[in-house]
């Protein structure tokens, strides 16, 4: 067993990367003084899997939703839930289904060990049956329908419908109520057999607990794992958008809006590129921007705006949205702000307060166990690191920051969503 | 549990402090109380937002949002909401604890005289704000309002408070209505600021590594030239609901929501306050509880539905998302287990694995800042304050027949749709 300390010099702390014989990769961030502790297990399997295959053998196709039906029917075993298993711990148990990956956690404050025990045999032992599986289709026929009526989440889809052409990733997490009447026993096996292998998923754990501990019951629970090829395929996907303008009526007070920038996809960003994105959107659009400034001062945004680089495989863009009483002309504004940027350059002193910005929100996310287990579940998945991107953050310069701006944020090649009232109803 | 040191610095004005050196973060927040009235909780709310946007030092938004990126991006966050019939107002301001300045500069130092300005030093033109402050204010104010109708179930839950508490103070909004929200004018404000800086309790918290006396030391001057006259703070507690009322929406959906509000007939200061709360988690706080394992799983009627129990108030409310023709069904099965409750069917391992649930949540909130402000920031009302270890003993010794009675006080007092056309 291969244990790696990884430290970090510019803030003292460290954490450890084990790879354990079963085909795992586990990673460990004690927290000196806690009482609590989290932990995350996850596979590199979401919503966007729809199309695969396994050690080349034939392409197979799955009904949109079915990794989301996957993690709610997991739950499940022979001799009962695993919620009424976790009730003798004490844990808070959940899961989530993402894009990209499936992810089961708990936090607790006591009993531990048994808690991560209850983990890693509920999530290694699959049990479905017709019966099981059909008293699903209401609870989640349910869970979408409560999706269908958040404006926050049909504005983000409607983006999505109108920037990607063949790209999954605009397809509804939960799938349709009819994709997910397709989903059987035998299909939920299929799936589970390929994706939930150990070399194919992570376990995170931080806060009070010691290496020792965790690899003591990852040892007693973790049944090892033949590793295989598993390729994704995703049809492929022009550079261009589909459409620059997608609208939904929908029964609002506060019009919303989404504008996303399509940028290249073609692989995931390192940490350096990460660093340089998140430090330039900053300088664009964080609070103390002049862009921010502008658009409230026209009264064309109110304090929901916000910006978020969303990346995955295959997909990446730039999303600036939020509340507006005129859509239309904040995504113009900043538009043409992002034009002038690109003529006119940027501003260093803008930079140095987004660097310490970017900087101060990184170490302050390590305060809480959840956040330093997701995001280095996160990282592991894209093959980036957790101090490698904090180092790159404060090693990046000013002329790294202009470049990464002129190889984004194309103002011909983005969609703006907008869900509103309609015309009629006001 | 860490220690709250609390201090008297003026006529109802606290100043607490938590020394801790586990996080990467400090946070000092005031919280301001006041009564909760139609005639001033506009002008509280709107003035709340004012004062944390710019102050005479950084007199406009980019200015203050500048200094305080350069301060490793602090944050400074303000807040407005109902507790019983007090309206508080939050104002807060955290950031990076002063080991991980780039450059030795003491960050927490800063915070806290930045919190002070906002407060104390605004910026004024002689006796009224800044006409253009106000303006940005009240138009994103005016946003929040109609912002809440977005949210299906935020705006089912409010509607039911809405009709529930009709003859209540608790009824009306947290920051009041959009047309008091418009007669404010910058002058009216300036006599709000003054009315609030006299009348309100002002509870101000310090959570982190550096010393928190410079922030006491700061406040209790400020203070010093304050004339002073708190207001008194009480909350009306209806204990028992006569007749059930039934309203119902129609609405462009795709589910429809349903919530029902009971009246417990305990609200602290009671001492069966923690029974009524373990009931309540028993009921749907948990996975666990008797709606999740019953309503949602085995009837498979909903995605969500989940009871919360409002200890000022006293009062619990039921929500759920369902379709539309099994409404009826949905109520009858949270009728039922409520009934249940009321006739002692709760088994022993309900009782024993929701206390660790509890427990659990109470324990977790200690290892982060914001979790440590908010045990004692959910206190402030019940008249002392309790570390984790005391506030868990008790919930641990409520007993089966102590649930049962609680459950037994539950009365139906409002039943709220919004329905899909």
């Known amino acids: ?136 289709q209401g609870i989640i026929g349910q869970e979408i329908k409560m999706y269908d009526d958040s404006p ?35 299909k939920l096996y299929e799936i589970y057999n390929v994706f939930y292998n150990l070399n194919n998923m992570v376990l995170c754990v931080s806060g009070n607990v010691t290496v020792e501990q965790v690899i003591k019951t990852a040892d007693k629970m973790l049944k090892t794992s033949e590793k295989h090829e598993i390729t994704n395929y995703f049809k492929d996907e022009p550079y261009e958008i589909c459409e620059p303008y997608v609208e939904q009526n929908f029964p609002v007070s506060m019009p919303l809006f989404n504008l996303g920038f399509k940028e290249r996809a073609d692989e995931i960003l390192n940490v350096e590129k990460l660093a340089q994105t998140d430090i330039l959107l900053s300088m664009i659009a964080s609070q103390t921007s002049t862009l921010y400034r502008s658009l409230m001062d026209a009264n064309l945004i109110n304090s929901t705006f916000s910006y978020e680089l969303f990346e995955g495989p295959g997909y990446c863009s730039v999303i600036f949205g939020g509340e507006s009483r005129a859509p239309k002309q904040a ?51 894209c093959g980036n690191e957790l101090f490698s991107y904090i180092d790159a953050v404060s090693k990046t310069t000013f002329d790294d920051v202009s470049k990464r701006l002129s190889e984004m944020l194309d103002v011909n090649n983005c969609t703006l969503s907008v869900v509103k009232q309609a015309e009629n109803e006001v | ?204 918290m310090y959570i982190g590594d550096s010393s928190s006396e410079k922030a006491k030391e700061v406040f209790s001057n400020a203070f010093s030239n304050v004339e002073r006259a708190p207001s008194e703070i009480k909350t009306e507690v209806v204990r028992r609901a006569e007749d059930v009322k039934h309203i119902s929406e129609e609405m462009e959906l795709s589910q429809s929501k349903l919530v029902m509000g009971f009246r417990t007939g305990v609200a602290i200061p009671d001492k069966e306050v923690n029974a009524t709360r373990l009931m309540c988690a028993i009921l749907g706080g948990t996975a666990n509880s008797k709606l999740f394992c019953n309503v949602r799983e085995k009837q498979s009627l909903c995605y969500y539905c989940a009871s919360r129990y409002d200890r000022q108030k006293g009062i619990l409310t039921v929500d759920s998302g369902v379709e539309g023709e099994n409404i009826e069904k949905a109520e009858e099965g949270i009728l039922k287990e409520i009934e249940d409750m009321k006739n002692g069917v709760i088994t022993d391992f309900e009782i024993e694995a929701t206390k660790m649930a509890v427990v659990n949540s109470f324990y977790t909130t200690n290892d982060t800042v914001s979790g440590i402000e908010t045990w004692y920031a959910s206190q402030l009302f019940d008249g002392s304050f309790k570390t984790i270890e005391e506030l868990s003993a008790k919930i641990n010794a409520v007993s089966r027949e102590d649930i049962i009675k609680a459950a037994q006080k539950l009365t139906l007092d409002t039943v709220y749709v919004l329905k899909n056309k």
């Open chain 1, 152 to 186: 926050d989440w049909r504005v983000m889809f409607n983006m999505l419908g109108g920037m990607y052409k063949n790209h999954p990733v605009k397809i509804d997490i939960a799938g349709t109520v009819e994709s997910i009447a397709q989903i059987t026993a035998e």
């Open chain 2, 1 to 204: 549990m860490n220690f709250i040191n609390r201090y008297e610095i003026a006529d109802g004005v606290f100043f607490s402090s938590i020394k801790d050196s586990r996080f990467k973060t400090m946070k000092i927040s005031a919280n301001i109380i006041v009564p909760l009235s139609e005639e001033t909780a506009s002008a509280n709310a709107l003035l709340c937002g004012v004062l944390s946007r710019s102050c005479k030092a950084y007199p406009d938004f980019t200015q203050l949002s500048k200094k305080l990126s350069s301060l490793y991006g602090a944050d400074l966050d303000a807040s407005i909401r109902k507790a019983g019939d007090c309206q508080l107002l939050s104002i807060s301001a955290s950031g990076l604890d002063d080991r991980y300045a780039f450059s030795g500069e003491s960050i927490a130092r800063e915070l806290s005289l930045l919190l002070c300005s906002v407060i104390f030093e605004p910026n004024l033109n002689d006796s009224a704000f800044i006409e253009s402050e106000v303006e940005q204010e009240r138009r994103q104010l005016l946003d929040l309002i109609d912002s809440e109708f977005n949210d299906k179930r935020i705006y089912a839950n409010g509607q039911l408070i809405k009709y529930m508490c009709a003859d209540e103070v608790f009824g009306m909004k947290r920051y009041g209505t959009a047309d008091k929200i418009k007669e404010i004018t910058p002058a009216s404000l300036y006599k709000t600021w003054q009315n609030l800086l006299k009348t309100a309790t002002f509870e101000i």
């Open chain 1, 331 to 381: 995504a113009e504004m900043i538009k043409q702000y992002v034009c002038k940027i690109k003529a006119d350059g940027l501003e260093k002193s803008d930079f140095e307060i987004a660097q310490k910005a970017v900087y101060g929100d990184i170490v302050s996310s390590l305060n809480s166990v959840n956040s330093i287990s997701n995001t280095i579940a996160d990282y592991h998945f």
């Open chain 1, 1 to 136: 067993m291969n244990i790696t300390e990884i430290k970090s010099e510019l803030i003292g702390d460290s954490y450890f990367k084990i790879n354990h014989p079963s085909g795992l990769t586990i990673y460990v961030y004690p927290k000196e003084g806690y009482k609590s502790s989290y932990a995350i297990f996850g596979t590199k399997y979401g919503s966007i899997n729809t199309c695969f295959s396994v050690d080349e053998g034939e392409k197979i196709t799955v009904p949109d939703g079915i990794a989301h039906y996957l993690e709610h029917k997991l739950f499940e075993s022979e001799d009962g839930d695993a919620f009424v298993r976790y009730a003798k711990t004490g844990a808070n148990a959940n899961a989530y289904t993402s894009f990209e990956k499936t992810c089961y956690l708990f936090s607790c404050t006591d009993k531990f060990d048994e808690s991560l025990e209850i983990l890693l045999d509920f999530v290694q032992e699959p049990y479905f049956t017709a019966q099981t599986v059909a008293k699903e």
